[in-house]
């Protein structure tokens, strides 16, 4: 089955720098990227997805990246903001109906 | 609408006890299914349902049962609760059109089994 890795564990960056989470996965068929955010006490968010026919997609201050023949995705985010404090989830998943294969989490701490 | 909605918050239980984690969405999704999140591991799927009547197994599915007999609720069962359950539990639900396959999480129920 998928195996998806996530680094870094954890990511402190000043107020305004940018941050950068990186995954790989292990199935080729796998097709479609998410990133969940999952802020304390709460459940995961959907903050930016990518399908595997797109190389990047952007929205606002964040990014994700895939190289299909590496089998990795990152998230970009840029102008961090104390409210970008979260953990951030990076997941695959091959078939339609989005069993989703998650990796462990980031937890960004973004300081003023 | 409300969303994703799971109850209880909370829950504690003694081992070998059975109790049904509740959840529903009032967003005529076809696809639900139920994780749980535990410390370092991530999301890991447990059940989904692709429709009313219709339920499989995820990765983790020992020890857990499902039903699916409306489109809105997806109740999940221990059978006979063992404290390597103890986890945060998350209900997630999609609605599978083309082009969109956003999974909307509830708030979660924490349980712990002693």
């Known amino acids: 089955g998928e195996n998806v890795e996530q680094h870094p564990s954890t990511l402190s960056v000043q107020e305004g720098d940018s941050a950068v989470i990186k995954c790989t996965y292990s199935d080729s068929a796998s097709n479609y990227f998410p990133w969940y955010k999952q802020e304390l006490g709460k459940g995961p968010q959907l903050i930016i997805d990518i399908r595997s026919n797109v190389g990047e997609k952007k929205d606002q201050r964040i990014a994700v990246t895939l190289n299909k023949t590496a089998k990795h995705f990152s998230l970009h985010i840029t102008e961090t903001q104390p409210e970008d404090s979260a953990v951030y989830f990076c997941a695959a998943s091959e078939d339609s109906w989005g069993k989703l294969q998650f990796g462990a989490g980031t937890q960004v701490v973004v300081t003023p | 609408n409300a969303g994703v909605t799971q109850t209880p918050k909370f829950q504690v239980l003694k081992t070998g006890q059975s109790m049904t984690l509740q959840c529903a969405q009032d967003m005529n999704h076809e696809y639900m299914s139920w994780y749980r999140q535990d410390p370092g591991m991530g999301l890991r799927l447990i059940h989904y349902?692709?429709?009313?009547?219709?339920?499989d197994q995820g990765e983790v599915p020992n020890g857990y049962n499902v039903s699916r007999s409306t489109t809105e609720d997806f109740p999940l069962r221990l059978l006979s609760a063992a404290p390597s359950q103890t986890s945060v539990y998350f209900c997630?639900?999609?609605?599978?059109?083309?082009?969109?396959?956003?999974?909307?999480f509830g708030p979660g129920t924490r349980l712990t089994v002693t």
């Open positions: 349902s692709v429709g009313a009547g219709i339920t």
């Open positions: 997630a639900s999609s609605l599978h059109e083309r082009g969109s396959y956003e999974q909307y």
